[in-house]
C-alpha cells in the first residue's frame, strides 16, 4: 500500500499481475510512477506485469509522459507485421476487424529482436470483450510436448513472408520511412533474406530464428516464436484453400516452417495452440487502465468485441538472441 493507491494481485493463485488502484480521484499516474519507479520494476520482475487502474489519464500525452518516467526511449514500430497507426509518439494496437481474435503471441518473436517491455493505455473500453489476455511463456514451454519441443528448439523457425499492397500489409507500411536501399541495410544487419519481386513492386524476407529463449534475469525457458500465428493453419479453412488455389504456397503473404525449410505439421501447432489456451489469464478494460507487462515472460493477444476500442501501445527496451558483435 502507498499513499492513496492500494496493491493487490489481480491472478492471486497464479502469482500474476500486480495491481495498483488510485483510491482517490484525480491522481495523476505520471507523478506517482515518479516517486514509485522501483516499487514498479520490482513488481514487474516477480508479477510480469502492473496494472494501474483508477488513475487520471485523459489522454495519450499523459500515456506517453507515464512511459517516458522509466526512463527508455519509445520504440519505433519497425518490421511490423500488422497495421496499426501512429498516434503522437504511440501507437494504436493492431488494427483488425473486431470480430477477429489475435493469438497469444510475445510482441516481434517472429524476429531476433524484441521490445524488453510492451505498454498499454485502454483509452476506449469495449462494450463487451475486447480483452488483452496475458499468458506465462514458461508455463506454455512446460505444457508443449517434449518431441514438439524438441524439433522447435533443434531448428528453430523460419519465416517467410510476401508484401505485397492490398494482401497484407505492404513493405512500405512494415518499414516505414525506409526506401529500398535502407530496407536492404536493414535486413542486412539481421541476417534477413531481402528478395525484390515484381520489379521492385513487392518484396519476400526470410528469416530463421528462434524458437525459446532464457530469461535474462529469471533464466527460465520460454517458449519465445510466432510459428503458429504465422503458418498457414491459422487461417480459416476457406480462407486457407481460397489462397492457395490463387497462388503458390511461397507466395503466401506469411507463411512458417522450420528452421531447416521443412513443413510444419498442423499437429505440432495445436499442440502449441493448446498450450497458451491452458494458461490464458484475461480481465474486462477500464477506461484509463495503464498497463505494463515484461514481454517476454508473457504473450499477449486480443479477444474480439463489440462496440468502440481504442487501445494504445508503447515499446521500450530491446533483448535479441542474436550473438552480441
Not at 500500500?1 to 495491481?19: G, W
Not at 520504440?75 to 501507437?91: A, F, I, L
Request: net charge negative; aromatic share 10%; proline share 6%.
Amino acid at each position: 500500500m502507498t499513499q492513496h493507491v492500494k496493491e493487490s494481485l489481480l491472478f492471486p493463485e497464479q502469482e500474476r499481475v500486480a495491481l495498483f488502484e488510485a483510491t482517490e480521484p484525480g491522481l495523476s499516474p505520471v507523478t506517482w510512477a515518479e516517486q514509485h519507479t522501483t516499487l514498479v520494476a520490482e513488481r514487474l520482475a516477480t508479477a510480469g506485469a502492473c496494472l494501474l487502474r483508477g488513475f487520471d489519464v485523459p489522454d495519450e500525452t499523459v500515456f506517453s509522459r507515464f512511459v517516458r518516467v522509466f526512463g527508455e526511449e519509445l520504440n519505433e514500430y519497425t518490421y511490423r507485421s500488422t497495421p496499426r497507426t501512429k498516434v503522437g509518439d504511440v501507437y494504436t494496437s493492431t488494427e483488425y476487424p473486431a470480430s477477429e481474435v489475435i493469438p497469444q503471441h510475445n510482441e516481434m518473436a517472429y524476429t531476433s529482436t524484441w521490445p524488453e517491455r510492451l505498454w498499454f493505455y485502454s483509452a476506449v473500453a469495449a462494450r463487451s470483450g475486447g480483452e488483452t489476455p496475458l499468458a506465462d511463456s514458461h508455463a506454455v514451454y512446460q505444457r508443449i510436448p517434449a518431441d514438439v519441443r524438441e524439433r522447435f528448439e533443434r531448428h528453430g523457425v523460419r519465416y517467410v513472408r510476401n508484401y505485397r499492397a492490398g494482401l497484407g500489409i505492404s513493405w512500405q507500411e512494415t518499414f516505414p520511412d525506409m526506401d529500398r536501399s535502407a530496407v536492404e541495410r536493414f535486413c542486412a544487419e539481421r541476417d534477413i533474406t531481402v528478395e525484390w519481386l515484381e520489379g521492385g513492386d513487392s518484396l519476400r524476407t526470410t528469416e530463421t530464428c528462434q524458437a525459446v529463449t532464457v530469461h535474462p534475469v529469471t533464466g527460465r525457458t520460454l517458449w519465445m516464436n510466432q510459428a503458429h500465428l504465422f503458418h498457414v493453419s491459422n487461417l480459416n479453412e476457406a480462407t486457407r484453400l481460397a489462397l492457395m488455389e490463387l497462388m503458390e504456397e511461397e507466395d503466401l503473404p506469411r507463411n512458417a516452417y522450420y528452421g531447416d525449410g521443412s513443413p510444419i505439421p498442423d499437429a505440432d501447432l495445436a499442440a502449441v495452440r493448446k498450450a497458451y489456451e491452458a494458461e490464458i489469464l484475461a480481465f474486462p478494460w477500464q477506461a484509463g487502465d495503464l498497463l505494463v507487462i515484461d514481454n517476454l515472460t508473457l504473450s499477449h493477444g486480443r479477444n474480439h468485441f463489440e462496440g468502440p476500442r481504442k487501445v494504445l501501445v508503447a515499446m521500450t527496451g530491446s533483448l535479441s538472441s542474436r550473438p552480441a558483435a
